[in-house]
């Protein structure tokens, strides 16, 4: 059963930091892109950042820019999300997804996807 876990969410002050994590299992993702999706209350869900399976990134989006930072291990199963500088309007419930080659803007192209992890950044 394929699943993908994230962890890491929290409730942090604004100009903190969170490292989000997303374990996947139950098939080999190391071909395949990983993104991380957010949704705030009442928005529609929106990309933050993604990982090709060749270790390409897109976080030339809104919310990444010169703040959050997406790696992934050696084996490919496990991508993070480091967020730095943390402000009010990044609260959010995030989410992992995945799907093959390269990461999507369009969150109906994934695969796959994480039950999500919920992010709070106090003013």
């Known amino acids: 059963q394929v699943q993908l876990v994230e962890s890491g969410g929290g409730v942090v002050q604004a100009g903190g930091s969170l490292r989000l994590s997303c374990a996947a299992s139950?098939?080999?993702?190391?071909?395949?892109?990983m993104a991380w999706f957010r949704q705030a209350p009442g928005a529609e869900q929106e990309f933050v950042a993604g990982?090709?399976?060749?270790?390409?990134?897109?976080t030339d989006t809104e919310p990444a820019k010169g703040r959050f930072t997406i790696f992934r291990d050696e084996a490919g199963n496990t991508v993070f999300l480091q967020m730095n500088n943390l402000k009010a309007e990044d609260t959010a419930v995030y989410y992992c997804?995945?799907?093959?080659?390269?990461?999507?803007?369009?969150?109906?192209?994934?695969?796959?996807w994480g039950q999500g992890t919920q992010v709070t950044v106090s003013s």
């Open positions: 997804a995945a799907r093959r080659a390269v990461p999507s803007k369009t969150p109906g192209t994934y695969d796959y």
């Open positions: 139950g098939r080999t993702f190391s071909t395949f892109a």
């Open positions: 990982i090709s399976w060749t270790g390409e990134t897109m």
